[in-house]
C-alpha cells in the first residue's frame, strides 16, 4: 500500500443550547460552548469534542489557538503518542487525542474499544444532574426526572441540607450524589454527613477547593469521597489516596482517552473507586467516556441530557440507561 497522505486537522467552535440555565456553585450557564477537532487522512475522518473550563484557567480562544498551532505539527506526522507530550491535560489535548482514536479506529476497520484492549461498550446507567437552585425548585426537577440516580449541585451557602432533604423526599428511590464543587469546609463536611447518609446520599464530590483538601486527613466522613477538581491525570494519584475513596474521571482534565485509561488504571492500582464523569457537552464528547463505564462504580455521562438539542446522530438515552455509541458518532 502506498503511504497514507499527512493527516489535516481541522478546528470548529459550536454553541449548544442548554435547556434552561445550568447552575453550580461558581456561576451558571446558557449555552455549551464546545470545540471540535476533526482529523482527515486517506479519505476517513476521525472526531473528537472538548470543553474548555474557565476554573481551569481554559478558554475557547486559547484551545483553539492551540489547536491552530498544533496544525503544522499534525501535517508533519505528529501521532496520538506523539500528542501526550505535544500539549499538556486539558480540553484542546482532549478534542485532538479523540479524533485520533476515531481515526485510528476507522483506519483500522475496527472500533477504538478494540485499539484500546477494551470490551466494546455496553449500556450504562447514568446519573442526572440536577442544577443548583432553591430547595423547592431542585424538588420539582428530581420528581419529573424520575431517575434512579441523582446528582445534586450544591452551594455551601447554608441551604444545602434543606435541598437534599428536598430531593430525598420528591425522589426517595433514588440513590443520591452530591457535588459542592470546592464549595464546604471541613466543618460543612463533618456536620452535613451524618443526615446525607441518612437521605441516600452515596458519595459527596470535591466538597473542599482543590488547594485544601490535605485537612481531609484522617477525616472519617460516613459517605464516600470523590475527588473532582482535585484529580486531573495519574500523577495525582499519590496524594489523593490517603484522602477520598473515588476519583472522577473527565477527558478534558486528563486531555484525551489515552491519559484516562492511564488514570483508570492507577485509581485501580491504587484501591480507588471510578467516576466516569464529563463536562456539559453533545454525545461526540460523551462517546470515548462512554468506553470506560463498564469497570466504573458510578456513570456521570449525562450532558447530553441537559441541552435543549443533541447533534444528529447522538447517544440514545432510555431514561437513565445510554445505549453504545452509533459507529456514526465516534469510535
Known sequence: MPPLPPACLEVAVERWPIAGEFRISRGSKTEAEVVVATLRQGGHAGRGESVPYRRYGESVEAVVADLHALMPRIAEGLDRRGLQDALPPGAARNAVDCAFWDLEAKQAGTTAAALAGLAEPRAAITAYTLSLGPAEVMAAAAAAAAKPVLKLKLGGDGQDLA??????AAAPGARLIVDANEAWTVDDLLAFGPALAAQGVVLIEQ????????ALAG???????????????????PRLAGLYSHVNVKLDKTGGLTAALDLVEGARAAGLGLMIGCMVGTSLAMAPALLLAGGADFVDLDGPLLLARDREPGLRYDGAVIQPPPAALWG
Not at 466538597?207 to 490535605?214: E, H, R, S
Open 207 to 214: 466538597p473542599l477547593p482543590a488547594g485544601a483538601d490535605g
Open 163 to 168: 435541598r437534599v432533604a428536598a430531593v430525598h
Open 219 to 237: 477525616v472519617r466522613s460516613p459517605v464516600p469521597l470523590c475527588a473532582d477538581e482535585s484529580c486531573h491525570t495519574v500523577t495525582d494519584l
